[in-house]
């Protein structure tokens, strides 16, 4: 009989030891793991670093995957004497779940880093108890983000806002350019910018003038030319890089000169192409701009003087230029 029991408490252990791997194995497949994506505008905030550690710090993990399918975006900027930070979580597919905002009680953003990773902490134990049971994730604007009660002083909460896809944020703005392409010669001109912005892309329309620019003497006459018009721009936002699809239609306004009967002529001038912009945040509400342009000519034009051709438009132009843009809304 002893040998009975001891040999049913080895198959018993070993049955154990051999399933104990997967039990964890299991348990670590339920543990959600999101991509953080973390926008701060204003330097007294926690930094990312510092975000996710104190997020690790209180679920014993690192739950941050670049690779994972799920969005986690907080952005961090300043609301008049307070601080604001807007959470948004994506399910699988990378649409919004929901939103959540916090404010600082007072003028010190330690507290709301606070808040943010507790906010953060509940947020992703809510999901791994929904994966454990087998429930569909529900969306955040229905689950509970407000923290838990803590230590911690002045950790606060405000009241839920709606799904982050219907936060969108007005910019306007403008720059200086220089330009390639558009005359006869290099020529300089400016932009007007009015921007309808949302967490990771927008859409921009952008109202453009060139200075006049021309051939130069070339003692049967000149041609000089100037484009005004407007581009369509939509947007892709990253921390600092802004890549735009651009397409722009404008007035191309000719004039022949040096000659005994100058002529002007204006005609249609489109072109299609890409924008590369980097923006940096300054203030609570300001961006720097820098962009560079590179369009493919769709109506190619020609001007004359005295019936000689004198200077065609390339299949390609482009311009670089600086700027801003400020938020109204």
């Not at 959470?87 to 953003?109: F, H, K, Q, Y």
């Not at 947020?123 to 838990?148: F, G, I, N, R």
């Not at 000659?259 to 299609?272: D, G, K, L």
Request: one cysteine or more; hydrophobic letters at 40%; glycine letters at 10%.
């Amino acid at each position: 009989m002893r040998s009975i029991y001891a040999l049913t408490f080895i198959i018993v252990s070993c049955t154990t030891l051999w399933l104990a791997p997967g039990r964890s194995e299991a348990a670590e497949s339920l543990r959600p793991m999101v991509r953080l994506v973390y926008q701060r505008d204003v330097s007294e905030c926690p930094s990312e670093q510092e975000l996710r550690a104190q997020v690790s710090s209180r679920l014993g993990r690192d739950p941050f995957d670049n690779t994972a399918p799920q969005d986690l975006n907080v952005h961090v900027f300043r609301r008049e004497t307070k601080f604001r930070a807007r959470v948004a979580l994506t399910n699988a597919a990378r649409e919004p779940s929901g939103e959540r905002t916090l404010d600082s009680s007072g003028a010190d953003c330690a507290e709301l880093g606070v808040a943010i990773a507790v906010a953060i902490s509940i947020a992703l134990e809510v999901v791994a108890a929904d994966t454990a049971t087998h429930k569909p994730l529900a969306p955040l604007e229905h689950q509970a983000l407000e923290p838990k009660p803590t230590h911690e002083p002045n950790a606060t909460v405000i009241s839920p806002m709606p799904s982050a896809g219907s936060h969108a944020q007005l910019y306007v703005g403008g720059g200086l350019h220089g330009a390639a392409g558009g005359a006869p010669s290099l020529s300089v001109g400016g932009t007007l910018l009015t921007r309808l912005r949302l967490p990771s892309w927008s859409i921009g329309i952008e109202g453009r003038a060139d200075l006049p620019a021309g051939t130069g003497d070339r003692g049967s006459g000149n041609a000089s030319a100037s484009l005004l018009g407007g581009s369509l721009l939509p947007c892709a936002h990253t921390k600092f890089f802004v890549p735009c699809a651009h397409g722009f239609v404008g007035a191309l306004s000719g004039v022949g000169e040096g000659i005994s009967a100058p002529q002007r002529a204006t005609t249609v001038f489109a072109a299609v192409g890409g924008r590369a912009a980097f923006e940096w945040t300054v203030g609570r509400d300001w961006i720097l701009r820098a962009w560079v342009d590179v369009l493919g000519t769709v109506t190619p034009t020609t001007l004359y003087v005295n019936n000689v051709p004198v200077w065609s438009t390339p299949s390609l132009s482009g311009t670089l230029g600086f700027g801003f843009v400020a938020r109204i809304l």
